[in-house]
């Protein structure tokens, strides 16, 4: 049939870091590869090409995001694609290596990838006997491969040789064979992560420095020393993805709620205005998570899924935004948007700039890798992710990330536990070198 590049349509979560695709089959109907729940993004792309979503790939039981196949097959009657070996609990065409799916003059042949996932497939797009490209998910990415220490802390190392001979399998395909992952940089699912999103089987045998490791064990040993935390809620979506996430109505919305009722009812306040807003007045107690592309991570990261919650919201702060990006990662107790709040902002707190830290403890709040490229001297260091399993006492401290945004909730999750003399300080550690002209310090 003549496969145009333009048939192939990226959708990038830059808050997530993950790619979807759109493939326009050249016939008015599409394949969607790896979407998340939340579907605006594919949905305005297809309607905007006049495609009729027909068929839902998933390379894997997604660990970052609740699998959006489902909620397709449910509109649009899409057909689902996914691994025999996944066992999904809801209809789906149950593919094994090397079964092939006529998508109507493309083909989809399904490879066996196992590695970040035991159950994981490659999806090989063919024109006739023509390989075009390759969703390869979660197994090879630019530059690297998916982490392997998702599933269970004993599965790692026997995960990681077969993430091994999935990339010598794909490394077998043509060089100009378009590789199309759906990790990339910023997803916690990357190992390293890349700045670039696709590549080529060719860019990948000439630049990815795993792709040339021959020995299993030296590939394994490299690609698990370069693993760092993940949040906590990746432990429970693949099997919510296996049983397939509850159908949504397409039109959500934060419905108002009242104080009193929503904390008498149990539930947190998660604070999603700008770090300045939240610091000049919040209800005490709430937890602050600034709306950005990120938000859903750190959500998840640090709110229980089994906590209700209630947010405060600027008026121009997209409320569709954030029950989206909620939802998406299975954070279903939304209770709605508080409505009477601001006779009840007491909590208040401080943001000093570089110039105003004194000899206040540093409390460095951003990942291993982040804080070892470059510090403040004398900065303690504790993820973000792990606040909530370390003793701060109750010294005063001036919390820091690399802007702002994961020191405020590390400063709101600090006060909340009764940690009553902390700061934000304002901007990073770059921001600190600029205006203080002292060095950082760099671990080796």
């Known amino acids: 049939m003549g496969f145009s590049p333009s048939q192939l349509i990226p959708l990038v979560d830059e808050g997530l870091g993950n790619t979807s695709y759109l493939v326009a089959l050249g016939d008015g109907r599409a394949l969607a590869v790896d979407v998340p729940r939340d579907l605006r993004e594919v949905r305005r792309a297809a309607e905007h090409r006049g495609l009729t979503i027909a068929f839902a790939a998933d390379t894997h039981l997604h660990a970052d995001y609740l699998s959006g196949a489902l909620q397709l097959a449910h509109d649009a009657g899409a057909t689902v694609l996914a691994s025999a070996a996944g066992e999904r609990d809801y209809p789906h065409s149950a593919l094994r290596d090397e079964d092939e799916v006529d998508l109507g003059g493309l083909t989809l042949r399904a490879l066996a990838t196992p590695g970040h996932t035991a159950e994981h497939l490659s999806f090989l797009l063919l024109d006739g006997d023509a390989p075009l490209g390759v969703f390869t998910g979660g197994s090879l990415i630019v530059g690297a491969a998916a982490r392997t220490d998702l599933v269970s802390p004993d599965q790692t190392v026997t995960l990681a040789h077969a993430q091994h001979a999935s990339l010598q399998r794909l490394s077998r395909l043509p060089d100009e064979v378009g590789v199309w ?52 809620y990746f432990s429970r979506l693949p099997e919510i993805n296996r049983r397939g996430p509850g159908i949504l109505s397409s039109h959500v919305s934060l419905r108002p709620s009242h104080l009193d009722a929503a904390l008498g ?24 998570i600034p709306l950005r592309a990120q938000f859903a991570t750190w959500l998840g990261w640090v709110v229980p899924a089994s906590q209700p919650f209630v947010v405060v919201r600027n008026p121009e702060q997209d409320p569709e935004e954030i029950v989206w990006q909620s939802l998406k990662i299975g954070h279903e107790k939304l209770m709605g948007e508080l409505v009477d709040h601001w006779h009840r ?60 945004e994961r020191a405020a909730t590390a400063a709101s999750l600090l006060r909340r536990t009764g940690h009553r003399h902390v700061a934000i300080l304002s901007g990073g550690p770059d921001d600190w070198s600029r205006i203080t002209s002292l060095p950082l310090e760099r671990d080796q």
């Open 181 to 232: 992952p759906t990790h990339g940089a910023g997803s916690f699912c990357s190992a390293p992560p890349s700045a670039e999103r696709t590549s080529t089987i060719g860019n990948e045998k000439r630049k990815n420095p795993l792709m040339g490791i021959a020995d299993p064990e030296v590939f394994a040993r490299r690609l698990i020393e370069g693993l760092g935390t993940y949040p906590a």
């Open 265 to 288: 009812a149990g539930a947190m306040v998660v604070d999603v205005r700008p770090v300045l807003d939240f610091a000049r007045g919040h209800v005490s107690g709430a937890v602050s």
């Open 345 to 404: 902002a007491a909590g208040t707190i401080d943001v000093i700039g570089p110039d105003h830290i004194g000899d206040t403890q540093i409390l460095d709040v951003r990942q291993a890798t982040e804080f070892h490229n470059g510090h403040l001297p004398g900065a303690r260091h504790v993820e973000l992710g792990q606040l909530a399993d370390t003793d701060l006492g109750d010294e005063p401290l001036v919390v820091m990330c690399g802007h702002g």
